[in-house]
């Protein structure tokens, strides 16, 4: 469903991604790891369209979607949930979930049910302010209205930054929920080894902007994973 094929990234002189290629598949996860500052933000953000590519394709659904705009994207099914939630803090929690309506068609344009059924705490708070909510709520908040765009392809930076214990848990039902649907593909950017060995099927670990180590989950070497991702 999404190929990354050697692709280059840069900020001005500065190369952020060197040959970087991954793949997702549906009714899987893919998890991408490695210490701050390796480039998995500029990996993601390339995917969904946020900063161009130097070098490389990027295919989705079989299309090369390496020219197109990030609203394009998301029309085409794929879904972000950025580093640091970025919800509205002045819209309710119920217009932030309809900012997701964006790049639907007229007649998609509602909330899904399972949505409330994966964040319960959310349809109690439809009428509250996103930035009153509490950090692990906001998270939530993020994902749901990444997932009211129907997405084939859902992108995680790093959803349980800064987020407490039990909504982690949450988070990572859902995302264990939205694998075994079948009809998705994930990618999860992550820093707790512990929560991405839970959820991954295929792990990639990036080090200054390359990919230096990757496998199906169950074949890494778990030790040599975490040498590689400590600061």
Avoid: W
């Amino acid at each position: 469903m999404l190929n990354v094929e050697a692709i280059d990234l840069h900020y001005g002189a500065a190369q952020a991604l060197r040959r970087v290629s991954i793949a997702a598949e549906p009714g899987k996860v893919t998890c991408v790891m490695g210490r701050n500052g390796v480039g998995k933000t500029s990996l993601m953000r390339a995917i969904v369209g946020q900063q161009p590519i130097s070098g490389g394709r990027i295919s989705f659904a079989g299309e090369d979607v390496s020219s197109l705009r990030s609203e394009d994207r998301a029309r085409a099914g794929i879904g972000f949930v950025p580093q640091g939630r970025e919800i509205f803090p002045l819209l309710s929690v119920k217009e932030n979930l309809e900012t997701g309506f964006a790049p639907l068609p007229r007649r998609s344009r509602f909330i899904p049910d399972e949505l409330f059924d994966l964040f319960p705490v959310l349809k109690s708070m439809l009428g509250r302010r996103g930035g009153d909510l509490s950090g692990g709520q906001q998270q939530q908040l993020a994902i749901a209205r990444a997932l009211v765009t129907r997405p084939k392809l859902l992108v995680l930076d790093e959803p349980t930054e800064g987020i407490q214990p039990s909504i982690i848990k949450d988070i990572g039902r859902a995302i264990d929920y939205l694998r075994q649907r079948g009809d998705m593909a994930i990618v999860l950017v992550e820093q707790y080894f512990d929560f991405a060995r839970e959820l991954a099927d295929t792990m990639f670990v990036m080090d200054r902007g390359e990919i230096v180590l990757s496998g199906a989950m169950g074949e890494l070497d778990g030790a040599q994973v975490q040498r590689l991702i400590q600061v």
